[in-house]
């Protein structure tokens, strides 16, 4: 470096080329050229959150604020952590609290508060999608919140920002939204008759009918048995449910299932210990112990139906969901408030993985937010059990940081070849190719570092790159129609 | 690096500037601009365990070996780790078992065992201790330990080696220390009598009262009562006179609470199941179980008290004190036999976190020696709940790696800003300065490294790190008078 | 780095001098010129399972993929993890499950699995293998196959690669093989007899009759004393006679025990206690729970033997051996099922450290493969405790980034010379050097950072990493003869 580094305010923003590579010249100077062979890769998103309706709609996006803040909760919490009110980020309340609905202000708000992602995953997110998708030139900040508004508005009212022209430039080769398990798939089925249905696929998420303890479970079980055309008055009835809206989605082009669990736990029940919780639960008399008992059977169930119809089988557990319920009941979830917990995953996957950890049909994804299991449980099982996959850093660890501690702290055991390659969790849509990229760049600079320590060649590590960011996550989640 | 280094004993031993910062030339260059712009900012020492009394008595200090060695357990544990009875280190027994009265032959083990730091924190501690706060040129050895005895022990008999010298040469622009919360305060008092009331102050450390089975506690629950002018008969009148003595604390200066607790539990309980339980500690007669719901129920109060008197709140949770009962009942306490275990903050916090977590006038900054909980506990709870906070690497993990994995795995989620940074914790006055350096140089290659991954622009990191070194702090420990 | 790097086909396969040092050019020459002192020193191989009848027998090996593919599960596992059946490696099967028993068709399914290799530390230890101890000069490829395995057969038909001529070829100063309570220890006399008995060393492992669930543990207590001269029919037979058979040990060189254990617990029982659980065991009626404390009990009392007969204490916890029952029904054990769990060390080792833990004569050294205990657990206790020294980092933790992140967290508190340096764990003889290797370039490259970061000088990193890999093993485990 042979100057000082310009300042923020000196230059028009421009995104450096090397970001997020490694320092160190000799490393970087490979990792650039691993990078360069990933860079331009279509992205295969398999797991997010975007919504099939907006998709199906292909209606211009609204304003900035509902596009990039409110509905971002890493960026709502890190403004939230300073004390700023929720309303002042837009965020609906459920009880009349007083909450910002000028977009502008929302905007101004989130501008202003710039500096507290500094170091942070979203920083670098957001960069991306202010200056590669956007096209801006400014940093945000108090004083340029308002032209920057204005320059997004601008943007947004053009058809080559609607949702599905989105999805070309943006180069998604196929995006997977989350659906529930009684889900029309209307949205899916309108995409489908305007040849979108190779690229937009449903992903089948069971969890609210597969927990007795739901909140109105009764009727989300009638509800699934209506749209899958069954009865379910009995424990049998409801498996017959839920393979038949599997199968569904399975048509609909879906090729996974995805599972957010408290707990791993994959214990499970004779049929009638099963079908008597089953029953108990109808009746309102479940028990927590049963709730929780259940829960893991049908963790068990759902690889075993998984073993029948292909779907590969995502699990995503160990998180505490709305940690303030004083918060939960004003602003509702998804707001900040959910934290991990200690994860175990050798004695709670044992049951699963004993029974199809080597079935040939059978691929068990698993992620986790609790890194201290990366070396300790997750290489291990996943470096012996055909079925298993380790899916990418999840959540709070989707970061550079995390990205190369899991690197380190994995292929050691399991090697590249048991990881899925990068694997995607958001539902800011705008952000998804920042997600990849980040990823294919660590990955990269990780990769880099095992050629400059003379521990890979450059070429299988350009190769293994190409396989992470395109080949596995496609070999994971195949298609099944 | 154009030639081998120099060998330890070649050379005057002069520490070398770029100490502690990232080898990579790169990052290196960031760091040293960064570096300089924090390395001379005065000291907020906010958790320490100075002696009040010795700074009201400002006495010139001891010898070496009173000073440097026998009352810092980091030394003398790894001293005693190989083999070397810790009476060999002038560590007091209590039951008349040998120990080495002469302070030339202590300093002489401590000077012939230097090997035995490489590598470690106490190495960086000493040495900036030995070369730049007393201005020695000779490295430590059984050779060179008379020689040093003699010149350190010239050093302090000068003006200049005063403790209240000291705080203004070592640039302390403000010095907490700890009190139990029967403290009379009198040398606070009467330091602040001399004109030092604003930077030497109290911290209200009140553990052995909230632990009932404390030995002894029912003769210090009396002593807290009368200290406080209440009599402590009840419950009621207990709360009353730990109100009064924390109110007697911040009239003193105080700006912190501190809490020592094994487990971070913060359940409360009822009004009366609190006061049973007391009832029964006041009668020799609560369980275990009782005494630990108890110590969480107080840990709750002591939240609610902070929000009343504006005390920031730090808790210190995890330690097992004393592993070696045979050691403690011979040596005593603080010789090195504290050990952590796992600390669970997600569920532990919650009660508290979900009264209190978003009250405008509490601060509630956390520690830990479990760096298992950095990114899956710590950073998603700083990162949403406005009131907390993250102290800095505590203990065992104060050391340069030990930092750099806590911004690392934290900053992700929690930013900088929800750190306090830099909190140091020592009895090792004189190790004060080396303390806050060492941070303030881990912190400058860690930025410097999201600078040179062009994460970061070097004028932001600049300003954080500033933020990180001396603004933070204060902000987090505000003046309450 | 000036060019690209060449492709993996493109030159003769040599091995990189530079391999597993630090990328940053300034630290890699610091590390080269550490390494240089360490790279031909003798090696100290005091845990490994390298068989002694193989070692008397000095038969020539028979095939390359008996030799080096079959019974090394960590080379299988990772095959076995992309769905080929454990018979393709030629593991046997109980129940006539399909195996290859082919070589040359083994080793042409292990060539051709390369890639899966990369970035594992199996891919470091089998280059070395390959091209420093067998000569090989071109990569493994299910083209290359064939070739390799006619080079290697030839090379095994000679006398240089006999196993005892080997044990002088590879540097070997000192080798301990591991060997059951009831160990005839006739091999190890017949090596004596020639001129062996200093370097081949047996080790005393009794886990099978410690365990009183272990199948067969009635005739096995009989086999123990039968061994010994003593009929086993009371708990203090049963110890008199586990105390002959370590004597035996330690007159045929022995210089260790090693326990692998589930649990580290080590809490002791009253004789009574255990002589009635003893009691209930041979009649075939312990439970559950009583075996569990039976087995806590014996390694307090191993550790009691130790402090009288001098053996090094050796402890391998918190692995969960045979994950899938159905495997280990098919295959057999060490197979590659074989999963970490959590381990505690804090509380678990706590009896027995208070009883021995500063006994003089007592040498306790201790094993992880849950590095989150590096910095919490382990290094606190070792560094504190005069007779715990931590073991490597075993295992899954046996890899460059796993030995770097064992330094980096255990140095700061238990510094060098409170672990045992290198100490290896294979049944793949061949591979010794390369496991000694690759640890003396990971020491050397985080001693290398210390020096560029000035934290330590040249010369004592140099002495360290002489320690580290040859005088401290040595001092871990002393001869008793």
């Known amino acids: 470096m042979e100057a000082p580094m310009p300042t923020s305010q000196a230059e028009p923003w421009t995104l450096h080329p090397d970001r997020a590579l490694p320092a160190d010249p000799t490393t970087r ?4 050229r691993i990078y360069a062979a990933t860079k331009d890769l279509p992205i295969v998103s398999m797991h997010g959150h975007v919504d099939a309706a907006m998709l199906n709609a292909d209606a211009p996006f609204g304003d900035p604020a509902q596009l990039l803040v409110v509905p971002d909760h890493y960026l709502v919490r890190m403004i939230v952590s300073q004390g700023v009110p929720h309303g002042d980020l837009g965020v609906p309340a459920q009880d009349g609290s007083r909450t910002e609905t000028d977009p502008r202000a929302i905007w101004r708000t989130f501008c202003s508060h710039w500096h507290l992602y500094r170091g942070t995953p979203t920083r670098f997110w957001m960069e991306h999608v202010l200056v590669e998708v956007l096209g801006l030139t400014e940093r945000p900040s108090a004083d340029s919140a308002d032209r920057l508004f204005d320059q997004i508005t601008a943007r947004l009212a ?31 089925t309108a995409l489908a008759a305007r040849g979108w249905g190779e690229r937009i696929v449903p992903t089948f998420r069971p969890d609210v009918v597969l927990h007795v303890h739901t909140p109105g479970w009764v009727d989300l079980v009638a509800e699934l048995g209506e749209r899958a055309g069954v009865t379910v008055d009995s424990y049998d009835a409801y498996l017959t449910a839920l393979e ?8 609909r082009g879906a090729r996974a299932t995805d599972h957010g669990h408290f707990s791993p736990d994959t214990t499970p029940l004779s049929r009638d210990d099963a079908a008597r919780i089953f029953t108990a639960a109808l009746q309102g008399r479940a028990t927590a112990a049963q709730a929780q008992a259940f829960s893991a059977h049908m963790l068990f169930e759902m690889a075993r139906m998984s073993t029948e119809d292909g779907l590969t089988m995502q699990l995503h557990p160990g998180v505490l969901r709305n940690h303030s319920a004083r918060v939960a009941a004003v602003r509702g979830a998804d707001v900040g408030y959910d934290v991990p917990v200690a994860t175990e995953y050798t004695h709670n996957l044992r049951p699963l993985l004993e ?12 992620f986790t937010v609790d890194e201290t299991i990366f070396s300790r449980e997750l ?29 380190e ?3 050691d055991t399991a090697g590249f070849y048991n ?44 190769e293994t ?3 992470l960011a395109y080949n596995l996550p496609k070999q994971a989640y195949p298609a099944l129609r």
Do not use: C, Q
């Not at 038949?244 to 048509?251: I, K």
């Open 419 to 462: 990881t899925t390659g990068f694997v995607d969790d958001t539902r800011a849509f705008f952000s998804i190719p920042a997600r990849h990229d980040l990823s294919r760049r660590i990955d990269a600079g990780y990769l880099a570092r095992l050629v400059a320590e003379h521990r890979l060649e450059e070429d299988e590590a350009t």
């Open 29 to 32: 100077d490979v990792a650039r």
């Open 355 to 366: 029974a199809f950890g080597h079935h040939p049909d059978f691929r068990f994804i698993v």
């Open 465 to 467: 790159a190409v396989d």
């Open 379 to 407: 290489a291990p099982l996943a470096g012996v059990y055909p079925a298993m996959k380790l899916g990418a850093p999840w959540w709070f660890l989707d970061t550079p940081d995390g990205m190369r501690r899991f690197r």
């Open 244 to 251: 038949a809206r599997r199968r569904a989605f399975v048509e």
């Open 409 to 411: 702290a994995v292929t």
């Open 158 to 188: 053009t058809d080559a920002f609607r949702p599905l022209a989105l999805v070309d430039s943006l180069n998604l080769e196929i995006l997977a939204t989350t659906d529930p398990a009684s889900a029309t798939l209307d949205d899916h």
